[in-house]
């Protein structure tokens, strides 16, 4: 089945110490998405790619980062984790910007 | 931040029970409109969607009502079960100039046996 994989589900890190999140689809989407969601909030839109082109929200902190090497993975890399970025973060993907989004099963960050 | 609200954090039914859920969304300009359903500790799954061309529209079990003239949409589930326990957003595509999907608050939905 086509699908959107995150890894690893959860994640332990250090404060200050680098890590980096993982997203594949196998939906052959043109746009990747990636959100960080807090504990009974709703999903809040970090940055995505349309193909190679990256769009960064205007209120994303430096700190976050993302890659995408090709059009089945995109990485969220969060150069130096506080605290405050303990969350679910959540892989997306879509067609066309505006389309239906499909999300990941998320990854559960713990910062120490 | 940019959100879409809900009326009700938490909806507690009765199992067999119809359940409503409602959105109230506040951009004239969107035109596409999505509920999720986000199970604990899993990424929100699609459910259903609806353009703003329509008015209504049917799945298994649950309908989306849309109201544009006073920016409103609602979530219809039939029979509820308690495999429908689960937080429900909705959200817009909001299409002024650059799309961008926003979320709203959530809803809780319990379902009692």
């Known amino acids: 089945d086509a699908m959107v994989i995150q890894n690893p589900r959860y994640q332990v890190t250090q404060f200050g110490k680098p890590v980096t999140l993982s997203c594949s689809q196998t939906l052959n989407h043109n746009v990747m998405y990636w959100y960080q969601q807090k504990s009974s909030q709703a999903p809040k839109l970090l940055f995505h790619?349309?193909?190679?082109?990256?769009?960064n929200e205007a209120d994303t902190p430096d700190n976050f980062q993302s890659r995408r090497p090709n059009t089945s993975f995109c990485f969220l890399d969060i150069r130096s984790p506080g605290l405050g970025d303990a969350a679910m973060y959540l892989c997306?993907?879509?067609?066309?910007?505006?389309?239906?989004?499909?999300f990941g099963p998320g990854t559960r960050l713990l910062v120490l | 931040g940019e959100s879409v609200g809900l009326h009700l954090p938490t909806l507690s039914v009765q199992e067999g029970d119809n359940s409503i859920i409602n959105c109230a969304y506040s951009?004239?300009?969107?035109?596409?409109f999505i509920w999720y359903k986000q199970e604990s500790g899993k990424g929100p799954q699609f459910i259903i969607d609806?353009?703003?061309?329509?008015d209504k529209r049917q799945g298994q079990r649950v309908t989306v009502l849309l109201n544009k003239t006073v920016k409103h949409l609602s979530l219809q589930i039939a029979a509820t079960q308690p495999g429908d326990s689960a937080v429900y957003f909705c959200?817009?595509?909001?299409?002024?100039?650059?799309?961008?999907?926003?979320f709203g608050t959530g809803t809780r939905l319990l379902v009692s046996p």
């Open positions: 959200a817009e595509n909001r299409n002024t100039g650059f799309q961008k999907l926003v």
């Open positions: 609806i353009r703003s061309n329509m």
């Open positions: 951009n004239s300009a969107s035109d596409y």
């Open positions: 997306a993907t879509s067609n066309r910007v505006g389309e239906t989004q499909y």
């Open positions: 790619y349309y193909d190679k082109d990256f769009n």
